[in-house]
T-cell receptor, first 115, second 115 residues
Framework: DSGVTQTPKHLITATGQRVTLRCSPRSGDLSVYWYQQSLDQGLQFLIQYYNGEERAKGNILERFSAQQFPDLHSELNLSSLELGDSALYFC??????????????FGPGTRLLVL | AQTVTQSQPEMSVQEAETVTLSCTYDTSESDYYLFWYKQPPSRQMILVIRQEAYKQQNATENRFSVNFQKAAKSFSLKISDSQLGDAAMYFCAYKANFGNEKLTFGTGTRLTIIP
């Protein structure tokens, strides 16, 4: 158990809908990362938050947004869902200090299926 | 941009034997980290081993060890005394020590253990 929790584990929804994925980092970790794992794109970095602030952005679509709350949990919001958004979404957390080579520990993932 | 290449989509090994998974990467940075993550059928991403680029000594974790060749930009994983529980996808990942802290992943190697 990595100490990172994600809810829900599975999500089935329809095209055009909006969903929210939730992540709680390991106790004390200030950085949260979101990754998408799909068959055609592999594992891709979406976005990072550090202590409530956006720190880095990757290949995140404009239809997707995220935030990190004062209690350090994070939510990834996916809207206007398309079939191609079906994937496994991972949250990872690291670090008490930004910019230091901290290991990222992954949550169990949320499996999203868009029908 | 950094890239990570895993040229072996699939590997197999007899139980109790030794297997080596290959990974090469490309970066212009001198200070970075390399990781091997394991993804079993449960889809959980589990850290196997980590290597700091400034360390010449190869990292080891029990039956897992790496061969880090910085000049060649090569980072292979050796699994000794292979066990059935080692069956999984193995991902090589790169992370810069400064700047963007995202993980850049290879495409993975699926390891099968033959009883």
């Amino acid at each position: 158990d990595s100490g990172v929790t994600q809810t829900p584990k599975h999500l089935i929804t329809a095209t055009g809908q909006r969903v929210t994925l939730r992540c709680s980092p390991r106790s004390g970790d200030l950085s949260v990362y979101w990754y998408q794992q799909s068959l055609d794109q592999g594992l891709q970095f979406l976005i990072q938050y550090y202590n409530g602030e956006e720190r880095a952005k990757g290949n995140i679509l404009e239809r997707f947004s995220a935030q990190q709350f004062p209690d350090l949990h994070s939510e990834l919001n996916l809207s206007s869902l398309e079939l191609g958004d079906s994937a496994l979404y991972f949250c990872a957390s690291s670090g008490r200090r930004a910019g230091v080579g901290e290991t990222q520990y992954f949550g169990p993932g949320t499996r999203l299926l868009v029908l | 941009a950094q890239t990570v290449t895993q040229s072996q989509p699939e590997m197999s090994v007899q139980e109790a034997e030794t297997v080596t998974l290959s990974c090469t990467y490309d970066t212009s940075e001198s200070d970075y980290y390399l990781f091997w993550y394991k993804q079993p059928p449960s889809r959980q991403m589990i850290l196997v081993i980590r290597q700091e680029a400034y360390k010449q000594q190869n990292a080891t974790e029990n039956r897992f060890s790496v061969n880090f060749q910085k000049a060649a930009k090569s980072f292979s994983l050796k699994i000794s005394d292979s066990q059935l529980g080692d069956a999984a996808m193995y991902f090589c990942a790169y992370k810069a020590n400064f700047g963007n802290e995202k993980l850049t992943f290879g495409t993975g190697t699926r390891l099968t253990i033959i009883p």
